[in-house]
């Protein structure tokens, strides 16, 4: 059995960073508290834990208040900012460049007077975060049958994000939507595309490689958007598609009578994950 990976999968360089930033801070000052998962990956944060990087799931979790805090790469609202600084804690920033480029978008646009409408999911960190930056201005609609459901009284300038994981053809559906569904109440709309293109590539590179095989087994945290839009993308291509957490979750019976089987990764997805999938296939197709 042959086993291909795709061109491009696994950590993206937001989550590359946060972690590298994280892991130094542990160990150039000591123990650091993470304001949620840094990614959407068990194995991930049990090895940051081992490292000396552990989890608050909220700030009302952060029981030892004298440690260090770190904003992960999905980033935080100014509300969370606000609060950190105000109970004097040291903060480690990883917030994602691109996540902060879509926070200042919506910043912006909420100063000058738009409603900002952000494709995706409302319960996302990163939306919660972005929507966090609108000032009560923000509305997070998670598909795009969800725009019927937006108030009638929006104000008439519109701008519109995108999750930075969405798929560019996914935003693109939802704007000409949002044109088509309420152009006679919009006077101007500015449409900003804050997708980020590690995430595009991989879905680029997973596409390529469904093409050219029977399976693919995609790796990654099942809380993970983008691991999870992966799997939907090589399944689009109607390939026979499995989304795994780990190596043991691999069944035998999925290879069977398989010549060619496609590996990839969502962007939450460390190398060793990726890693051991492969070799316990290897094991799978040798016995
Ligand atoms: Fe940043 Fe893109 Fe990764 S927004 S965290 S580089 S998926």
Redesign the pocket.
């Known amino acids: 059995m042959e086993i291909l990976r795709a061109r491009d999968m696994g950590f993206?360089?937001?989550?590359r960073r946060?972690v590298e930033m994280m892991e130094q801070s542990a160990q150039e000052v000591g123990p650091v508290i993470s304001l949620g998962s840094i990614v959407h990956n068990p194995q991930v944060v049990e090895r940051l834990r081992q490292r000396g990087v552990d989890v608050a799931r909220s700030l009302d979790e952060l029981a030892d208040a004298s440690l260090p805090v770190a904003i992960t790469?999905?980033g935080v609202g100014p509300d969370v900012v606000a609060e950190l600084e105000r109970r004097g804690l040291d903060v480690i920033d990883t917030t994602?460049p691109?996540?902060v480029r879509s926070q200042m978008w919506a910043k912006r646009l909420a100063d000058e007077g738009y409603a900002v409408i952000i494709f995706g999911d409302p319960n996302h960190k990163e939306v919660r975060g972005v929507l966090g930056w609108t000032k009560g201005r923000g509305y997070a609609v998670p598909r795009e049958e969800d725009l019927e459901h937006l108030p009638e009284d929006l104000p008439h300038k519109l701008g519109v994000l995108s999750q930075?994981?969405h798929h560019a053809s996914h935003f693109a559906r939802f704007v000409q939507r949002l044109i088509e569904t309420r152009l006679d109440r919009i006077s101007e709309l500015r449409v900003v595309n804050t997708l980020?293109n590690?995430?595009t590539n991989q879905q680029v590179a997973a596409r390529e490689l469904a093409q050219e095989v029977e399976l693919m087994i995609v790796v990654g945290g099942r809380e993970s958007a983008?691991t999870r839009h992966l799997a939907e993308v090589c399944q689009e291509e109607g390939v026979e598609t499995y989304h795994v957490e780990s190596a043991a979750e691999l069944r035998p019976e999925w290879f069977t009578g398989k010549e060619r089987v496609g590996v990839t990764g969502g962007?939450s997805t460390p190398d060793f994950a990726i890693d051991q999938v492969v070799e316990r296939i290897r094991e799978l197709a040798a016995s």
Not at 12 to 15: D, K, M
Request: aromatic residues 6%.
């Open positions: 993206c360089f937001g989550v946060a790469a999905h994602c691109i996540v930075t994981t980020c590690a995430t983008n962007a």
